[in-house]
């Protein structure tokens, strides 16, 4: 069965300090891998999606970055975290299909929630 | 572009009452339909999703969704609720012949009290 992890689950970061969150798929092969960001009150915003290794679309200009350095791991960065970047990061795949949606059910992480002071 | 209304922020019911949960979405494509739940502190699950034929769809702990495509709503309902569907519900959408991307409502937090 395939399993998805995240790390860490909670994390207090200064401004201005660099960021790393990592997201791994298990029991999957070409998963299509997605970054969310949950703000209080405003639902899930999409930040990052990859459909293959090196390949990431960003959905909104931020002070974030994202890599897939390997098929089942994907990775959100920050050089200089700003306040803003609260919030609970989720991890996200389904199955690879490339560009072409066919409804694909998504299965998330449990999620990073991180507080930048 | 998509986008999706969850107009109640907040639903408070008793248990064992019934509850709408109501969902509204604008696309200019056919789209595929979902409904997550989320529990405190943790990922999204999956509850239903409308792909195509039957525009009532059943999904997992007795919830269920209509899809009206002439009123661009998929309205998620239960004829009895638990505490324990105490929870955030998210609609959310993605376009059909298009990338599988998301775009999700703002959500509902479901309260059911004893």
């Known amino acids: 069965s395939q399993t998805i992890h995240q790390w860490p689950a909670t994390l207090v970061q200064p401004v201005g300090s660099p960021l790393s969150l990592e997201c791994t798929v298990e029991?999957?092969?070409?998963?299509?891998l997605y970054w969310y960001r949950q703000a209080a009150g405003r639902g899930l915003q999409l930040l990052f999606y990859?459909?293959?290794?090196?390949?990431i679309s960003s959905e909104v200009p931020q002070n974030l970055s994202a890599s897939r350095p390997q098929d089942r791991q994907f990775i959100l960065s920050s050089k200089k975290l700003l306040l803003s970047d609260s919030g609970f990061y989720l991890c996200a795949w389904s199955v690879g299909l490339g560009l072409w949606n066919r409804g694909e059910t998504q299965y998330f992480g449990p999620g990073t929630r991180l507080l930048v002071l | 572009a998509q986008s999706v209304t969850q107009l109640d922020s907040q639903v408070p019911v008793f248990e064992e009452a019934p509850v709408e949960l109501r969902c509204n979405y604008s696309s200019s494509v056919s789209v595929y339909l979902f409904w997550y739940v989320q529990y405190p502190n943790q990922g999204l699950q999956l509850l239903l999703k409308?792909?195509?034929?039957?525009?009532l769809v059943k999904g997992i702990n007795g919830f269920e969704a209509e899809f009206n495509k002439s009123q661009t709503s998929f309205h998620l309902r239960k004829p009895s609720v638990h505490i324990s569907d105490t929870a955030e519900y998210f609609c959310?959408?993605?376009?059909?012949?298009?990338?599988?991307?998301?775009?999700f409502g703002t959500g509902t937090r479901l309260q059911v009290f004893p």
């Open positions: 990859s459909v293959g290794i090196g390949q």
């Open positions: 959310a959408v993605s376009e059909q012949y298009n990338t599988d991307k998301l775009i």
């Open positions: 409308y792909l195509s034929g039957s525009t």
């Open positions: 029991g999957t092969s070409n998963p299509n």
